[in-house]
């Protein structure tokens, strides 16, 4: 039987008990022996989640067991020789039996390897019969002792809320240690980079040139690898501010207007229209600014007696803060929104106009969500890669020149990492270095973010 086969059938299992334990609580109630503590569907639930949670916990730590145990089995079929190779050969060489396992011919496999291969589907079907007898039957046996202790004194409510309250927990704790791996995984990857690398050339240098590998390389002039990340971070925050300078002031005054002055018509027409934009795709932005604004900004500049290269950080920039308008606009209007009436009632009652009580009341009211949004729409432009890689270029320009090519962090990490790389290499470490810096400088906005959201809401709760 198939994971999702044994999962549907735990579910349906925990389905069963639950019934039953609604079932024989309300015989209880209508029997009138006693005043049951909890309400019949806590019972049930409290069945249910007893035949549940066993059987789903043994269908995970099985089937991460059993492929950490096949992948060790398995090597008692390697040669020698396979054995003192280095992981990464080995690597190679567990794919080529994992072809076997799954039928996929590439030529004639040598017979060790078509031996593990046949050897490993023979312990996965064990392993799969043995689960599917093992799940159902702790699913069954753990169900029917959850099933016994409900009587009408059984205080299943706490039992199941405490049960919820550690899933609650978990989720918590998966979201935490994600993060914390995200942060980990770069961390140490950036640390073998500037073992190889200085930091202070890596924080400091203002060239960005790392397709050299090695003092010398043919046809290269014999260049050598440079890794300023300067040129980098100025062209992010320069396509970055283009875009808030453009998504600020209209996603900020289109919220305003409709929270405080448009028509219950209008609302509802201009906001889902305004929020459209949001789930436009960005390599469609992409195409819009390659091909149509790029092009445009060129020959506006070029009428005006300006150079302005074909690929520029301004069209980049446009089209980003077209993007982000939802992000601001949308948040921010339930901001407005959830400020409470009686403060504009109270400046009203004071003779202020509509126009003060917006400007003194209400945005002072609402600035901590105007600034979550905006930090928001921040963290969405500096990780933006497409429009970037399509309107602005991939070339590392220090330049604070709003027409001139630049690139972003984001557009140089996936430019590094795509195809095969070696990751002994300082190239391909050096992906992570950028990252490293770019996770340090958003926590420090969402920190300051932090900050002026919690001075303000002190002042207004």
């Known amino acids: 039987m198939s994971l999702t086969s044994l999962v549907l059938s735990v579910l349906m299992i925990g389905a069963v008990y639950f019934f039953m334990g609604q079932r024989l609580i309300t015989r209880y109630r209508s029997l009138g022996k006693a005043k049951a503590h909890s ?3 806590y019972h049930g639930l409290w069945a249910a989640l007893t035949s549940i949670l066993p059987g789903l916990i043994l269908l995970v730590i099985w089937s991460i067991g059993d492929d950490f145990l096949f992948k060790q ?7 020698t020789e396979i054995l003192s190779m280095g992981t990464m050969d080995q690597a190679v060489v567990r794919a080529k039996i994992m072809n076997v396992v799954e ?4 030529g004639t496999p040598e017979p060790w390897i078509q031996a593990a291969g046949e050897a490993w589907i023979s312990w996965k079907s064990t392993s799969d019969l043995a689960l599917t007898v093992l799940a159902i039957a702790v699913s069954v046996g753990s169900g029917f002792c959850g099933y016994r202790q409900i009587n009408p004194e059984f205080r299943s409510r706490n039992n199941v809320e405490r049960i919820l309250l550690w899933a609650l927990a978990l989720s918590s704790m998966v979201a935490i240690l994600t993060t914390l ?6 961390l140490f990857e950036s640390i073998r980079f500037f073992k190889l690398v200085p930091p202070q050339d890596f924080l400091l240098g203002l060239e960005w040139n790392p397709q050299f590998e090695g003092a010398e390389r ?3 002039g014999g260049g050598t690898a440079t890794y300023g990340m300067l040129p980098m971070f100025v062209g992010t925050f320069l396509i970055s501010a283009i875009a808030l300078f453009v998504a600020v002031p209209v996603g900020l005054f289109a ?3 409709l929270a405080e002055y448009a028509t219950t018509r209008v609302r509802a027409v201009v906001k889902p229209l305004l929020e459209i934009l949001a789930g436009v795709p960005t390599v469609v932005y992409g195409f819009f600014a390659a091909l149509t604004v790029a092009p445009f900004v060129k020959s506006v500049g070029e009428s005006m007696g300006l150079e302005v290269a074909s690929e520029s950080a301004l069209a980049a920039g446009l089209v980003m803060g077209v993007m982000i308008i939802p992000f601001i606009s949308s948040l921010s209007d339930d901001v407005i929104n959830a400020v409470p009436q009686a403060l504009r009632d109270a400046a009203y009652g004071l ?15 609402a600035l901590p969500g105007i600034v979550a949004a905006v930090i928001l729409a921040v963290s969405r432009a500096i990780g933006e890669t497409m429009i ?3 309107a602005a270029g991939l070339a590392a320009n220090l330049s604070f020149n709003p027409l001139d090519a630049v690139t972003t962090v984001t557009s140089q990490i996936v430019t590094i990492l795509v195809g095969d790389q070696e990751f002994e290499s300082a190239k391909t470490l050096s992906a992570f270095a950028l990252a490293l810096i770019l996770i340090l400088i958003t926590l420090s906005l969402n920190f300051l973010a932090l900050q002026v959201v919690k001075k303000y809401r002190e002042q207004y709760d």
């Open 218 to 220: 043919a046809g290269s």
């Open 103 to 106: 039928g996929i011919a590439f």
């Open 388 to 390: 970037v890689v399509m």
């Open 39 to 41: 309400l019949p569907h």
């Open 255 to 257: 919220s305003i207007y």
């Open 73 to 79: 089995m398995v090597k008692d079929f390697y040669p």
């Open 181 to 186: 791996g995200i942060v980990l995984s770069v």
């Open 351 to 365: 003779g202020s106009t509509k126009s003060e009580t917006v400007r003194q009341v209400v945005l002072p009211a």
